[in-house]
């Protein structure tokens, strides 16, 4: 027995020491990291970036390919993470210094401390729910056992369903029970097969794909759910990374600005470009980035308005008090203040 | 009475430690919550927790009955020739060391998303540890005890039940120990990748939904709920178990 006791103090221990051991390697990245930066004021280095895949990251993989970035001297360094969830917590650990990800993840994030704001709009493109069921015509006809697919609790998708749902409905939250977790690919698969889901709230290119199909209906359009365009994604900025390294900050927001552009104008390079790593045909691909209601910006649009809404429906604790709270200098130089009354560009900041 | 006080002295401990880690190195709340901010969390989220606590256990103690009840079959057969025993061997050689997570695909392919695709997951994880063990307990029971047993005059299911099962009974504890632990893996594991189900699901699906909605006391609040009831099932009903059988039997050295 008393052998016993005495491994387990000694368990203990091993474990405290682990410990400390562990936490001092994190504080001397921490240094590290501070060190890095300071060098990196000096040379204008690097910027990390979360390497995202999908018809919406277009315009950044043109950038990693092109390479919009180095003629400003920065260099990018791609990273490649697993979900939207990793992005976001690799960028509170301060691991990446840029990160897209939709307004409400963002939101959430910015809710619970996450110290980055909105260096960019990124791209308005359609989202909506789509179903095969002929007898679902609107939100009222979902019944208990019809599965809608989003991508992840917390997703543009599923807050855009509960905005429709609290317009149509009353209660944004009437169909959580109905919701299903499924990444698009998987939901697509699901639907196409009609098998598991009925519904399914997705992004280009899947939604062209099931929409291509007979019978495919889109049940609610994520515009009109919202009121006007929003940025499906937003491009965002670490404090750590602003704050330390403003010349690499302009540079990248600007190669940004240069990768969209040349999209836009090269519509057909870019489908070539890509096709590969889409791995599918360079005319469908072309087709996708050519479809009506794409529109690859960096404007910022509706980036006010899910937050309103969000608080209300419990999303979030807070909603921000101005813009500031939100996007760094360049966005609100963008939208502006107008005296006695909100201007054009900052109307279209809120959902209606 | 004892035992109890140094297992809460213990919890207290890394509690503190917790704290002095945390704010000694001024990690932010976003990655170093608070045990207060945790311990808040389980609290004003009782009652989903506790829904989806019960969830995961009804779905894994079905999983662990349709399981030991394959294992069962599987030990008798491969008692009851060398050929089936080869075949059971070979199974358990290519599937054991296949992680249940890795099925998923295929259980979500053949059952649809859901329960039943998670269930599976989980009767394959646990099943081929209890294969294991119940085999290599009948195995393992003395040849000398079952004759002793014989001369007694016993046969048949008595000789099962008063000989063959007292022998084996540690292999088949240990076994059950493993189901138990890699069921409950494979349940949080299989809702932690795929979140498959909606209004249904268990405490898999609850860390999902705080991870994304970045409510880190949340995770760790359910993180601890699993803990405790892994704690809560050793002590309640493994201990007691091998209290009164093994122990009481002097099979094993207390």
Redesign the interface.
């Known amino acids: 027995m008393f052998c016993f006791k005495g491994q387990r103090v000694v368990a203990?221990m091993l474990v405290?020491v682990l410990?400390a051991a562990l936490?001092s390697g994190?504080?001397q990245q921490d240094m590290g990291g501070a060190q890095v930066l300071a060098d990196e004021k000096e040379k204008l280095s690097t910027i990390r970036v979360a390497k995202q895949f999908g018809l919406v990251y277009a315009p950044l993989m043109v950038a990693e390919k092109i390479d919009f970035f180095s003629k400003y001297g920065l260099e990018v360094e791609w990273l490649t993470l697993g979900s939207g969830?990793a992005v976001?917590e690799a960028m509170?650990?301060n691991e990446l210094d840029v990160a897209f990800m939709g307004i409400p993840?963002y939101l959430?994030?910015w809710?619970?401390?996450?110290?980055a704001k909105i260096a960019a709009g990124y791209v308005v493109i359609p989202v909506s729910l789509v179903t095969y069921d002929s007898n679902i015509k609107t939100l009222e006809d979902f019944k208990?056992e019809h599965?809608i697919a989003v991508p992840?609790?917390?997703?543009v998708q599923h807050i855009l369903l509960s905005m429709a749902l609290k317009k149509q409905l009353g209660d944004p939250n009437v169909l959580?029970?109905?919701?299903?977790?499924?990444p698009h690919p998987d939901g697509a698969q699901?639907m196409l097969a009609k098998?598991?889901?009925v519904a399914h709230f997705t992004t280009p290119p899947y939604l062209f794909e099931e929409l291509d199909q007979p019978g495919y209906r889109v049940v609610v359009d994520g515009f009109d759910a919202f009121g006007q365009d929003f940025n499906f994604n937003v491009g965002l900025v670490t404090e750590v990374y602003h704050d330390n390294n403003p010349q690499g900050y302009g540079a990248f927001v600007q190669g940004l600005n240069e990768a969209m552009n040349w999209v836009n104008e090269h519509k057909e390079e870019t489908a070539e470009l890509l096709a590969p790593e889409f791995k599918i045909e360079k005319e469908k691909l072309l087709k996708y980035l050519t479809a009506e209601g794409v529109n690859y910006t960096t404007a910022p649009y509706g980036l006010m308005g899910f937050a309103e809404f969000m608080k209300e429906a419990g999303?979030i604790s807070k909603v921000p008090e101005s813009l500031s709270d939100i996007a760094w200098e360049n966005i609100l130089g963008q939208v502006g203040k107008r005296e006695g009354g909100p201007c054009t560009l900052e109307k279209i900041q809120w959902s209606k | 009475m004892r035992d109890f006080l140094s297992k809460m002295a213990?919890i207290l401990?890394i509690a503190i430690?917790w704290e002095l880690?945390r704010l000694t190195?001024g990690y932010?709340?976003?990655?170093f919550p608070g045990v207060s901010s945790i311990i808040n969390a389980l609290w004003i989220e009782r009652w989903d927790i506790m829904s989806k606590t019960m969830f995961s256990l009804k779905i894994i103690g079905m999983g662990l009955v349709v399981a030991i009840g394959l294992a069962m079959f599987g030990t008798f057969i491969s008692m009851s020739g060398k050929f089936f025993a080869e075949i059971v061997t070979d199974l358990m050689a290519i599937m054991h060391p296949l992680p249940g997570i890795a099925i998923l695909p295929v259980a979500i392919l053949w059952f649809?998303?859901?329960i039943k695709a998670i269930l599976f997951v989980i009767v394959f994880s646990a099943v081929w540890p209890l294969i294991n063990h119940f085999y290599t307990g009948f195995r393992s029971i003395p040849v000398n005890q079952l004759e002793v047993g014989r001369n007694l005059g016993l046969t048949g299911w008595e000789l099962a039940l008063k000989v063959m099962l007292p022998a084996s009974f540690p292999h088949i504890l240990s076994g059950l120990r493993t189901g138990w632990a890699r069921a409950w893996q494979a349940s949080v594991a299989a809702e932690l990748v795929?979140?498959?189900?909606?209004?249904?699901g268990g405490l898999g699906w609850y860390l999902?939904?705080k991870?994304?909605?970045?409510?880190?006391p949340g995770v760790f609040a359910g993180m601890l709920i699993i803990v405790l009831i892994g704690i809560a099932v050793e002590y309640l009903i493994f201990a007691v178990v091998e209290k009164r059988t093994v122990k009481k039997w002097k099979t094993i050295i207390n």
């Not at chain 1, 809710?111 to 110290?115: A, H, I, N, Q, R």
């Not at chain 1, 992840?152 to 997703?155: A, E």
């Not at chain 1, 959580?176 to 499924?182: C, E, P, Q, R, T």
């Not at chain 2, 991870?211 to 880190?216: A, D, G, V, W």
């Open positions: 203990v405290l410990f936490l994190c504080r969830g976001r509170a650990a993840p959430i994030g809710d619970k401390g996450l110290p208990p599965k992840s609790p917390g997703s959580d029970d109905n919701l299903v977790a499924l699901a098998k598991d889901v999303y | 213990f401990v430690l880690i190195g932010p709340k976003l990655l649809g998303i859901g795929f979140g498959a189900a909606g209004g249904q999902y939904k991870r994304f909605m970045m409510e880190t």
